[in-house]
């Protein structure tokens, strides 16, 4: 059981890692054109920046999966560091215990306001204010299993 987990984690990572460089891409030649339109043409484009903060928002979240897989969140170390090495994992276990109960929360809220999220539109695309704020949720979620797994498997679950 555990090998098929930690081949869907590794599958996931990947599709992570894709989506990333996709919206991050993309969120790029929306800011570079919409400059351009200004600066060129004297005009904006009234959907650009609202796109691109959108694609900021889920680009955020899973950027913060994929550093809390590879453990590179920043961290106060100040009580690892005043209680030493033996008392390391123990509070390392109740960091990563806080940072689940966090995002499983957030993902909790998250969901509990979807419907009146997917009910709203965006002033410049009409989309529904719920498509982007997906990303919250989603990620929280992501966010939640990552710090309860690290706790439940040890401190250096990849």
């Known amino acids: 059981m555990t090998r098929i987990f930690d081949a869907f984690i590794q599958k996931m990572d990947v599709i992570l890692k894709w989506a990333a460089v996709v919206l991050i891409g993309t969120m790029t030649l929306i800011i570079c054109i919409e400059v351009l339109s200004r600066y060129i043409f004297q005009t904006s484009i009234p959907w650009a920046n609202e796109l691109a903060r959108f694609l900021f928002i889920w680009v955020t979240f899973i950027g913060a999966v994929i550093a809390g897989r590879n453990n590179e969140h ?5 009580f690892q560091n005043v209680f030493g090495k033996k008392f390391k ?5 109740i960091s990563q215990t806080i940072t689940s109960f966090f995002f499983g929360l957030l993902a909790i809220l998250g969901i509990s306001v979807f419907d009146t999220l997917m ?15 997906l ?10 299993l990552l710090y309860a797994l690290k706790n439940i498997k040890g401190v250096n679950y990849q």
């Open 74 to 78: 920043i961290g106060i170390e100040i």
């Open 89 to 93: 994992k123990g509070i390392k276990s």
């Open 119 to 133: 009910s709203q539109t965006s002033p410049a695309m009409k989309l529904p204010i719920g498509i982007p704020y």
């Open 135 to 144: 990303g919250i949720i989603i990620g929280s979620i992501l966010l939640c």
